[in-house]
């Protein structure tokens, strides 16, 4: 089992900087990919960024250059660092691990934290 908690969200204004951390535990591998996800209301949830190593990272056009995932593989954690925030990052937060263990798929989710974008 895999369990995921995120933290580091809260109200900034538009310019401003957030960063969140999602901390993994359980039986998870450096190598397994990790990314965040964010779900505003009344849209479907949809990739941020993601993760597998420090050499691999994907990005939505939307946040591309704005924010910055990273992995700290030993600690199993994956930070979000969000610039340059707008209100339509407003949305809640989620951090994701998919697991690939004697061929089957597995993916994990945390709770979310809420980001508020807010003048």
């Known amino acids: 089992q895999v369990q995921l908690v995120e933290s580091g969200g809260g109200l900034v204004q538009p310019g401003g900087s957030l960063r969140l951390s999602c901390a993994a535990s359980?039986?998870?591998?450096?190598?397994?990919?990790m990314g965040w996800y964010r779900q505003a209301p009344g849209k479907e949830r949809e990739l941020v960024a993601d993760?597998?190593?420090?050499?691999?990272?994907n990005y939505a056009d939307s946040v591309k250059g704005r924010f910055i995932i990273s992995r700290d593989g030993a600690r199993n954690t994956v930070d979000l660092q969000m610039n340059s925030l707008k209100p339509e990052d407003t949305a809640v937060y989620y951090c994701n691990a998919i697991l690939w263990r004697g061929g089957a798929r597995r993916i994990y989710w945390g709770q979310g934290t809420q980001v508020t974008v807010s003048p």
């Open positions: 993760i597998t190593t420090s050499a691999t990272t």
């Open positions: 359980g039986s998870i591998f450096r190598s397994d990919p």
